[in-house]
């Protein structure tokens, strides 16, 4: 596989296998995951999905996930 960074254009991630939540809506804007060697994850858009996947430990991902759900990105909201 080739190096792995954020914003790697997501086809280079040839054994990366996309999947997204199964409440996930017909219309396509979702967010797609997908488990990478070396304890990653990427990330992309479904409707662009050759366009950049951006990549994240489970560690980094999870305190996010955390984050969001106590309400820690309300500050984002306008």
């Not at 990366?16 to 304890?39: D, F, H, M, T, Y």
């Not at 366009?51 to 955390?66: C, E, K, S």
Request: hydrophobic content about 30%.
């Amino acid at each position: 596989m080739d190096e792995v960074r954020n914003g790697i254009p997501a086809p280079r991630l040839r054994d990366a296998v996309w999947r997204k939540s199964s409440r996930s809506g017909a219309r396509g804007n979702c967010v797609e995951i997908a488990n990478l060697p070396g304890g990653v994850a990427a990330i992309r858009n479904s409707r662009n999905p050759s366009g950049p996947a951006l990549v994240y430990t489970r560690d980094q991902l999870d305190g996010f996930l955390t984050g969001t759900k106590h309400g820690e990105s309300e500050e984002l909201q306008s």
